[in-house]
């Protein structure tokens, strides 16, 4: 990638959250910015109001003059493009350099000190967290969001171009891209099993990742995860512990033991113990890089969190929403606990749209049960996103699966008659498919009759 004679940067599928934030890098470096996406939602409005050309079909004659030359444009693709895409074909068969967006970032990666954080759960909450503590800190810092943050109402935080921290995204292999100083690994349940077959399979291709990080670089693994290197986790014997956790005012207060000391006074504001651990992570790789306690304690308490992850929507005492991406049955596991957690008296209605037939196919019988735990269960069709369906494979098959009597499926035009009919005082709405374009819709009624 010769980023010198690069003029204008095309993305194709530049709507998706991590392509609209390298889009948004690359505008901020003084290139001329367009794409395609199929559809127009706020992240491409917020583009356009950038000065980024976009357009929503697929058509060659649409593209802007300027992507037109091989010699000064290059084209920058995610693997949820479909291979028969025009744009895309047209672009490989006329001499432009065509790219996956792994690529590029691997290469603006390789240039920098780069901290990557890895794994099936939790990476965007973990990378915002990382990148807040260190901008706050005063690091020349650009982190790449995989979602929205609340802090910068971005998905990408530019202090500078020194670090960088990334989301390693193992969909698709495309994290063997990176070449990270430190990289930490999260969680390696099975996922993406389309992709895979199987889940050594995705185990192998972390520890191919683990074999990415630079020379004297440094690897940080939640504790119990089948590979080595500094390890962190809460009330343990890891490396890095948070100890003596107490909740005051729906916060949590805490200590973190390192290696070499105990740091104490923490407070951290999102609920649940996976975004405690989330935080810890963060707050390792910002101490091993050097970063002083006093400022990473104040610059953890004003962490806001990433819209749809556990954001709250209303919060009275009355009713409580909250809207959240989980799509994973131990995701759901997660926002279950932290509900029960801040709330446990309160009887709680769940909203839950799978994402991709072939995922709700080979986690079925622990999306039931993880579903099942909540007192009221609303089910939406599958959001089908990259894939075709699968027969047999539907929400009416999942919703018998599920043990709990208080279940329905729904239709999207029935949802907020079904949620008003409810009278439980905690809503939550979780799933990664277009259910989140829903949530203002549901925000707005339930607050007016509220």
Request: hydrophobic share 40%; net charge negative.
């Amino acid at each position: 990638m010769n980023l010198e004679r690069t003029h204008s940067i095309y993305f194709i599928g530049i709507g998706g959250i991590g392509m609209s934030a390298l889009a948004r890098y690359f505008v901020a470096k003084g290139l001329t910015v367009g794409g395609y996406d199929k559809t127009q939602t706020e992240i491409t409005n917020a583009l356009e109001n950038l000065g980024v050309s976009i357009h929503f079909d697929d058509n060659i004659n649409q593209v802007e003059s300027e992507f037109l030359n091989p010699n000064t444009t290059l084209i920058v693709y995610t693997p949820a493009i479909p291979g028969s895409h025009g744009e895309l074909n047209y672009f490989k068969s006329n001499g432009f350099e065509v790219l996956k967006r792994s690529a590029v970032l691997g290469e603006i990666t390789k240039q920098t000190f780069c901290l990557a954080v890895a794994g099936t759960h939790g990476k965007t909450t973990t990378t915002s967290i990382l990148g807040h503590l260190l901008n706050a800190c005063d690091v020349e810092v650009t982190a790449f969001l995989g979602g929205i943050s609340e802090n910068y109402n971005s998905n990408l935080i530019l202090k500078g171009t020194d670090v960088t921290v990334v989301e390693a995204d193992e969909f698709d292999r495309s994290f063997l891209a990176l070449s990270p100083d430190f990289a930490c690994i999260t969680s390696m349940d099975a996922d993406h099993l389309d992709i895979y077959g199987n889940a050594s399979e995705l185990i192998k291709s972390f520890e191919d990742f683990s074999e990415k990080i630079k020379p004297n670089g440094k690897l940080f693994v939640k504790n119990g995860l089948p590979i080595k290197g500094i390890t962190y986790g809460i009330e343990d014997d890891s490396d890095y512990s948070v100890k003596n956790i107490k909740i005051i005012n729906g916060s949590y207060v805490f200590d973190v033991k390192t290696p070499n000391t105990l740091l104490e006074n923490f407070k951290f504001s999102l609920p649940g113990r996976h975004n405690l651990s989330n935080a810890l992570i963060a707050l390792a790789m910002s101490v091993e890089y050097g970063l002083p306690h006093p400022q990473l304690a104040k610059a953890l308490a004003s962490y806001k969190g990433v819209k749809r992850r556990f954001t709250y929507q209303i919060k009275t005492e009355d009713l409580v929403y909250i809207d959240d991406y989980a799509h994973h049955p131990e995701e759901i596991n997660a926002v279950h606990q932290a509900v029960r957690e801040m709330y446990p008296n309160r009887k709680v209605l769940a909203v839950f749209q799978p994402h991709l037939y072939s995922r709700t196919q080979d986690f079925a019988n622990e999306f039931a049960t993880s579903l099942s735990q909540f007192d009221e269960i609303i089910l939406l069709d599958i959001y089908p996103a990259r894939e075709l369906p699968i027969e047999g494979v539907t929400s009416k098959w999942l919703l018998d699966k599920i043990r709990n009597n208080n279940k329905k499926l729904v239709g999207k035009s029935e949802l907020i008659d079904q949620i008003k009919a409810s009278d439980a005082s905690v809503l939550l709405t979780i799933g990664a498919g277009d259910i989140g374009e829903e949530v203002k819709h549901i925000k707005n009624v339930l607050s007016i009759a509220n």
